[in-house]
């Protein structure tokens, strides 16, 4: 993934969606041991940069070169991302990894891809994660206010409207993938109604 120094100490997109609790994660929180929580968030960190950086490598030069400790699951969401670039080859990936700030709001956010399809422009994000006991991986309702505030950011910074965001979850414990889309209503509406709220409680909370 690209450097992101922002020389800022805005908060990110990531950090401000952090804000919301999962029951799921809480309760997970609550049985697990905290070195086991670091061992395994350090391990799905460290899994989801390999995987961007093989992605962004592949959609700059053609190849997915694979530099990881993980290499299993690294394997298996780039086959899984395979899948997904030859059964969606209508949409033409193009620009990659993109660090923006918002001198607006005040946040920071990184865009996976930009691409086209026909004469619009899309917005992807890419999810790595494992299926469970499902078929495909699960799509949350935290890409899609992520996604909102990173379709925001090419508006503002690059004065480039996105069409449609596509959130692409590709699982890394077997070939499979998941996608959501979004068009510029559902866009707008996650963003204005619940991300800008999170930047409220969030301005709110650190800065009495």
Request: glycine share 2%.
């Amino acid at each position: 993934m690209a450097k992101k120094d922002y020389q800022n100490n805005y908060p990110s997109v990531t950090q401000l969606i952090s804000q919301l609790a999962s029951p799921g994660l809480m309760y997970w929180f609550k049985v697990t041991s905290l070195a086991e929580i670091n061992r395994i968030s350090l391990k799905g960190k460290q899994i989801g940069s390999d995987i961007h950086l093989a992605i962004e490598n592949f959609i700059v030069t053609g190849k997915a070169k694979i530099e990881t400790n993980y290499a299993k699951e690294v394997i298996n969401a780039l086959n899984s991302f395979m899948l997904f670039r030859k059964e969606r080859a209508d949409i033409v990936l193009e620009k990659s990894e993109m660090p923006l700030t918002s001198v607006k709001h005040l946040f920071n956010g990184q865009i996976d891809c930009i691409a086209k399809k026909n004469n619009e422009i899309w917005l992807l994000d890419w999810k790595s994660q494992d299926c469970k006991d499902k078929n495909k991986p699960t799509i949350y309702n935290e890409a899609k206010i992520q996604t909102s505030a990173y379709a925001y950011l090419m508006k503002e910074c690059k004065e480039i409207v996105i069409d449609k965001v596509l959130i692409v979850a590709i699982a890394k414990n077997k070939i499979a993938y998941n996608t959501y889309e979004m068009e510029k209503e559902e866009i707008n509406g996650w963003f204005n109604e619940v991300f800008l709220s999170l930047l409220k409680i969030y301005n709110y909370s650190n800065n009495k």
